[in-house]
């Protein structure tokens, strides 16, 4: 398809599992974000990449959330040990090659609602 | 204090009536404004960009208010399908990281 591809839909982890949340963005598209929504709120900056480059990861919450994208297309977001408190939608959302403007628009994938019992 | 704050809600209007959400920001070298808009259980997506000369969409007319830092959406005419949570988003920065507000949910009723 032509849109953002998050993988899986929904995950249910055991509290402690290590979890792998896959973003396929549009193709070509230069900048990947990762957003967190917790319900009933809004959703909240993880990091950025731009093509391989993890610029910024500012908003990942603890030592336990690392974001990769190797060759500058698909991303993972991996959680290890997750906890209760995890539990939430998790958004990617890619934006297309053309740089340097502050509206370029952004497009997201359906999410990953991951539930941490 | 949140960078982006918004009116709670929830707004539960009947149709036809015409509501209006307040939203303030606290950087004040925010560049770029937004409104989107998130159904249930699905990715928000671009309702309209919000200028300081004011900018109207049908019904929807969003305006900026640089000074006072603070962005507003007016919807007329509310239809039963604008039932949604309607979220405020700011871009700070010098990549195109949106910075959302908790959201403001419109509930309209027949």
């Known amino acids: 398809g032509a849109g953002v591809s998050q993988s899986p839909r929904y995950k249910v982890a055991k509290r402690g599992q290590d979890v792998a949340l896959r973003c396929d963005p549009i193709?070509?598209?230069?900048?990947l974000f990762w957003y967190q929504q917790a319900l009933g709120q809004g959703p909240e900056f993880l990091t950025y990449?731009?093509?391989?480059?993890?610029?910024?990861k500012s908003g990942l919450p603890s030592d336990r959330f690392f974001a990769e994208r190797p060759e500058g297309s698909v991303s993972t977001l991996k959680i290890q040990r997750t906890q209760q408190e995890d539990s939430a939608v998790y958004l990617c959302?890619?934006?297309?090659?053309?740089?340097?403007?502050?509206?370029?628009?952004?497009?997201f994938g359906s999410g990953t609602q991951l539930s941490v019992l | 204090r949140k960078e982006v704050e918004q009116d709670p809600g929830p707004f539960n209007v009947p149709e036809g009536a015409t509501v209006a959400f307040n939203c303030t920001y606290s950087n004040s070298a925010s560049q770029s404004f937004f409104w989107y808009r998130q159904d249930c259980r699905k990715e928000p997506k671009l309702l309209m960009s919000?200028?300081?000369s004011g900018n109207e969409d049908g019904r929807f007319t969003a305006q900026l208010n640089r000074a006072s830092q603070y962005i507003s959406l007016l919807i007329r005419d509310s239809k039963l399908s604008d039932s949604a949570t309607y979220l405020c988003?700011?871009?700070?920065?010098?990549?195109?990281?949106?910075?959302f507000g908790a959201g403001t949910r419109l509930a309209v009723h027949p």
């Open positions: 919000v200028y300081s």
């Open positions: 959302a890619s934006s297309s090659r053309l740089r340097g403007t502050t509206n370029e628009k952004l497009f």
């Open positions: 193709s070509g598209h230069v900048s």
């Open positions: 990449f731009q093509n391989e480059a993890q610029l910024d």
């Open positions: 988003v700011v871009i700070s920065g010098g990549y195109n990281k949106l910075i």
